[in-house]
């Protein structure tokens, strides 16, 4: 198996992208390719130390950079590393890619040159949220801001898949983001997507709530574009926030901070579960082949991650098994 890495989108520099890269690659189960300034990869190279065997070069000489519009970016900048990684999933030289650049302009590079799956209108951007029993899936959270029920039911049909092969869940429970629960809540697009998702070759529960992202009732959580990206800014947010108050308050007394030192494994788990670098980057469901975005502020735990979300995409078959499913 071999990864495409575009090593020069991250708001952090190539370096901390090297540093996970390098880090998914000590465990010599895949090649890494590693696209960007070739002057800039060698020199990280030596720097890092790296003496594994698995790394290969592909130079690209420009960068999208995150301020660009998508369309203009793709259009004029053919040799970015950007474009270079998907060319390379695009003519059978990798398996996968991974960036962590501007997500717009390699959403739409990837529907351009790799295309969506056949019978798939529109791709999807999804992300684990954590839950109380371990995570749920979100799609879609900002590829396309206005939907109709085909592309909701279709994200269902893709989340479905993802959740059951990646994370290893036999029937994952599929649930409708909704104000409501009762069938007739909601607005035009949810009223008829939820007619539709009941005939779906899914186990589709119903309407969910917001709430219901996070308490596990449910496994996979679609909505349009424009909800899911509110919802995962404001959680981003609200998962730091609630970190900081936590640690100014286990600072604020004698007695807090005894029961800090006490309860120091749980908070260490507590900040885990609210990392976003621990669940990996986010695929693009429909583009037809394995496309991973990482968070732009990735840290190079997030990049690894992404790395082998990517390897486990690819190994478990996961966009044939969207295909089939589609024909049901």
Same mark, same amino acid.
């Given at each position: 198996?071999?990864?495409?890495?575009?090593?020069?989108?991250?708001?952090?520099?190539?370096?901390?992208?090297?540093?996970?890269?390098?880090?998914?690659?000590?465990?010599?189960?895949?090649?890494?390719?590693?696209?960007?300034?070739?002057?800039?990869?060698?020199?990280?190279?030596?720097?890092?130390?790296?003496?594994?065997?698995?790394?290969?070069?592909?130079?690209?000489?420009?960068?999208?950079?995150?301020?660009?519009?998508?369309?203009?970016?793709?259009?004029?900048?053919?040799?970015?590393?950007?474009?270079?990684?998907?060319?390379?999933?695009?003519?059978?030289?990798?398996?996968?890619?991974?960036?962590?650049?501007?997500?717009?302009?390699?959403?739409?590079?990837?529907?351009?040159?790799?295309?969506?799956?056949?019978?798939?209108?529109?791709?999807? !951007?999804?992300?684990?949220?954590?839950?109380?029993?371990?995570?749920?899936?979100?799609?879609?959270?900002?590829?396309?801001?206005?939907?109709?029920?085909?592309?909701?039911?279709?994200?269902?049909?893709?989340?479905?898949?993802?959740?059951?092969?990646?994370?290893?869940?036999?029937?994952?429970? %599929?649930?409708?983001?909704?104000?409501?629960?009762? =069938?007739?809540?909601?607005?035009?697009?949810?009223?008829?997507?939820? =007619?539709?998702?009941?005939?779906?070759?899914?186990?589709?529960?119903?309407?969910?709530?917001?709430?219901?992202?996070?308490?596990?009732?449910?496994?996979?959580?679609?909505?349009?574009?424009?909800?899911?990206?509110? !919802?995962?800014?404001?959680?981003?947010?609200?998962?730091?926030?609630?970190?900081?108050?936590?640690?100014?308050?286990?600072?604020?007394?004698?007695?807090?901070? !005894?029961?800090?030192?006490?309860?120091?494994?749980?908070?260490?788990?507590?900040?885990?579960?609210?990392?976003?670098?621990?669940?990996?980057?986010?695929?693009?469901?429909?583009?037809?082949?394995?496309?991973?975005?990482?968070?732009?502020?990735?840290?190079?735990?997030?990049?690894?991650?992404?790395?082998? %979300?990517?390897?486990?995409?690819?190994?478990?078959?996961?966009?044939?098994?969207?295909?089939?499913?589609?024909?049901?």
């Amino acid at each position: 198996m071999k990864i495409a890495v575009d090593v020069m989108g991250s708001d952090k520099g190539p370096s901390v992208v090297m540093q996970g890269a390098l880090d998914a690659a000590k465990k010599q189960t895949f090649d890494l390719v590693l696209v960007g300034d070739e002057k800039i990869i060698k020199k990280e190279l030596t720097e890092l130390k790296y003496t594994g065997s698995n790394i290969q070069i592909k130079h690209a000489s420009e960068i999208i950079e995150m301020h660009e519009s998508p369309s203009q970016a793709i259009r004029r900048k053919k040799d970015s590393s950007m474009i270079k990684a998907i060319d390379l999933v695009k003519n059978k030289e990798a398996d996968a890619v991974v960036s962590a650049g501007n997500t717009g302009a390699y959403m739409a590079a990837s529907a351009i040159y790799i295309r969506t799956i056949e019978g798939i209108e529109r791709p999807a !951007i999804a992300t684990l949220m954590p839950a109380l029993s371990g995570v749920s899936l979100l799609l879609d959270v900002g590829a396309n801001v206005d939907c109709s029920p085909l592309n909701l039911y279709q994200f269902a049909i893709m989340g479905n898949e993802y959740i059951k092969y990646i994370l290893k869940k036999g029937n994952p429970k %599929v649930g409708l983001l909704n104000i409501g629960e009762e =069938e007739h809540k909601g607005n035009e697009l949810t009223k008829k997507t939820y =007619e539709e998702l009941k005939k779906a070759p899914i186990n589709f529960v119903g309407n969910v709530e917001g709430r219901d992202i996070f308490n596990g009732k449910v496994d996979v959580i679609v909505c349009d574009g424009f909800i899911g990206n509110v !919802i995962l800014k404001a959680v981003e947010g609200l998962g730091e926030n609630i970190y900081l108050k936590l640690r100014n308050e286990l600072k604020s007394s004698l007695l807090s901070k !005894i029961g800090a030192v006490l309860s120091r494994e749980a908070y260490k788990n507590f900040k885990k579960s609210l990392n976003y670098a621990e669940y990996g980057g986010a695929p693009f469901l429909g583009i037809n082949a394995v496309c991973i975005k990482a968070h732009g502020n990735s840290s190079s735990l997030a990049i690894k991650n992404s790395i082998l %979300v990517a390897e486990k995409f690819v190994n478990n078959h996961v966009n044939e098994h969207i295909k089939e499913r589609l024909k049901n």
